[in-house]
């Protein structure tokens, strides 16, 4: 299983930019695919998550309203749209799927998650 995050960069503040998840040898339909982050000499944060199978999603306070995940099943790939960004949002961003096995699971955990991707850059700088 083989999760690729594309689609970081450098933006300036208050700019844009669309992360993409895609997946090989996984189907997606029963998994929650959630975005981390990490910030240099940070720990990794939750950004947010989608559940393939219901299409629900959630995001914390912190990127409400300025970031939107969606997923494509038929294409086996999560987006991340980022609007404006600020200098805060600059880190590696991650995504990550794992399957709910009981009522417990916490998507904002990211030792809850088996399969990860190797990350993208984002850099939010004038």
């Not at 975005?35 to 947010?48: I, L, N, T, Y």
């Not at 912190?62 to 609007?83: C, E, H, P, W």
Request: proline fraction near 6%; charge should be neutral; glycine fraction near 10%.
């Amino acid at each position: 299983v083989q999760l690729q995050a594309s689609g970081g960069g450098l933006v300036q503040p208050g700019g844009s930019l669309k992360l993409s998840c895609a997946a090989s040898s996984l189907p997606f339909a029963n998994y929650v695919v959630g975005w981390f982050r990490q910030a240099p000499g940070k720990e990794r944060d939750f950004v947010s998550c989608i559940s393939m199978n219901s299409g629900s999603n959630y995001s914390p306070d912190s990127v409400k309203g300025r970031f939107t995940i969606s997923g494509d099943s038929a294409k086996n790939t999560v987006y991340l749209q980022m609007n404006s960004l600020k200098p805060e949002d600059t880190a590696v961003y991650y995504c990550a799927a794992g399957e709910p096995m009981n009522n417990n699971w916490d998507p904002r955990r990211y030792d809850e998650y088996d399969h990860w991707g190797r990350g993208t850059q984002v850099t939010v700088s004038s």
